[in-house]
DNA sequence: GAATTTATTGGACGATGGTACTAATAGTTC
DNA sequence: GAACTATTAGTACCATCGTCCAATAAATTC
């Protein structure tokens, strides 16, 4: 088990092994850290956020208990690096999709609808994730920054305020629709109801 | 502290105490069960559903804890009757705006404004309770009759299904919205944001 | 290459949890 | 009032959890 934890540690080359001792140190601990993360997505992913433990989250790494106390020292901290990891993900997403896509409309309904398919658990993440984040006030600014990041998104096909407001919340709304369904949602018909939404701003 | 439940349990007047022994009977074991329920959706208001443990209800609700364990038999058995009790006061409440309301509009709009203020931990509560929800397929069609009878409050005002998609999930990201701000909610604000949503019925 | 700092380990402690078990207490039926 | 069932109460068992601690290994500095 620590084996293929030491494994994964090693394998990904090094990049320069001269002086750069301090910043190479530092590294390998960005790189634990990063790497208990992911071990605690993949449970929430699996057993939601109730089944993350240090215990759990130790043997989804392969590490010992006692190290990821030494990264995290409370468990919140690492929900809420969780939380923040797992945000800054999909807003980057996002964001790639105002900068360098033609439609991003259409990539955004892609995105929700992935909800529905093989991002379902991802998504099932992110909301209870955020679910924690409504009960914790330090949190939500972290778990706004998913809404803020699609009303960027909407400003590209308007300005009405409203309007804006409205194609957020619907994108969010729609989103835990796809997660209360069993089938698989249809990416054109997530976009279809997502630009007219939108139509609104052209009255 | 059980005094207190005793009396609970009997300052409610018995209807009849002729020989309906039976069903008198039932009717205690009913009224512990839906204090349980009571109990424990207190306490997800107030810690939320990591916060249910059968030894938390039972000392909210003023018993012991074989007694929760006595009515449900796992602690499952208690968050799923919680849910579900929790869905069909807000579905019932939905419910009267429909058949009662001359602007059920209106209403719902106050309703969903409500979270951000008064009803902000019950809507907290319910947030959690169907992200639950979202993880059992079992419990899915409980939590989707808010969504269906949100859609027939909308189908009141307009008959495209797209349109009435988009009216449920704006309704649900418009109560997330107001559970991620830390600001009180405006229902007329919320009512014209909704009531534009349903324009494009009309194009 | 010794000293020092950082990373990692294994194990322990006290607290809490789910649940089971048993005895006592109503309430009902005959 | 005896026999029986429904209900309540207390408690005990075992697993797990968060957290701590002392010791070790590895890296870094001088």
């Given at each position: 088990?620590?084996?293929?934890?030491?494994?994964?540690?090693?394998?990904?080359?090094?990049?320069?092994?001269?002086?750069?001792?301090?910043?190479?140190?530092?590294?390998?601990?960005?790189?634990?850290?990063?790497?208990?993360?992911?071990?605690?997505?993949?449970?929430?992913?699996?057993?939601?956020?109730?089944?993350?433990?240090?215990?759990?989250?130790?043997?989804?790494?392969?590490?010992?208990?006692?190290?990821?106390?030494?990264?995290?020292?409370?468990?919140?901290?690492?929900?809420?690096?969780?939380?923040?990891?797992?945000?800054?993900?999909?807003?980057?997403?996002?964001?790639?999709?105002?900068?360098?896509?033609?439609?991003?409309?259409?990539?955004?309904?892609?995105?929700?609808?992935?909800?529905?398919?093989?991002?379902?658990?991802?998504?099932?993440?992110?909301?209870?994730?955020?679910?924690?984040?409504?009960?914790?006030?330090?949190l939500?600014p972290i778990a706004?920054?998913?809404?803020?990041?699609?009303?960027?998104?909407?400003?590209?096909?308007?300005?009405?305020?409203?309007?804006?407001?409205?194609?957020?919340?619907?994108?969010?709304?729609?989103?835990?629709?796809?997660?209360?369904?069993?089938?698989?949602?249809?990416?054109?018909?997530?976009?279809?109801?997502?630009?007219?939404?939108?139509?609104?701003?052209?009255?």
């Amino acid at each position: 088990m620590t084996g293929d934890a030491m494994a994964a540690e090693h394998d990904s080359g090094e990049a320069g092994g001269g002086h750069e001792t301090v910043d190479g140190r530092k590294l390998r601990g960005q790189r634990r850290r990063a790497q208990i993360i992911e071990a605690t997505l993949e449970i929430v992913r699996r057993d939601g956020a109730a089944g993350v433990t240090h215990r759990t989250v130790a043997k989804e790494a392969g590490i010992t208990t006692s190290l990821t106390l030494y990264y995290f020292a409370t468990l919140d901290d690492l929900l809420v690096a969780a939380l923040t990891s797992v945000t800054d993900d999909y807003t980057s997403r996002i964001r790639q999709l105002i900068d360098h896509e033609d439609d991003p409309l259409a990539g955004l309904a892609e995105l929700i609808a992935e909800s529905g398919g093989p991002g379902r658990e991802r998504a099932l993440a992110e909301r209870e994730l955020s679910t924690l984040a409504a009960r914790r006030p330090a949190l939500r600014p972290i778990a706004r920054r998913w809404r803020d990041n699609v009303a960027e998104l909407g400003r590209t096909q308007t300005d009405d305020p409203d309007t804006i407001e409205g194609f957020v919340a619907l994108s969010d709304g729609l989103c835990t629709a796809i997660l209360l369904n069993d089938r698989e949602a249809d990416p054109g018909h997530i976009e279809a109801v997502l630009s007219k939404a939108l139509l609104r701003s052209s009255e």
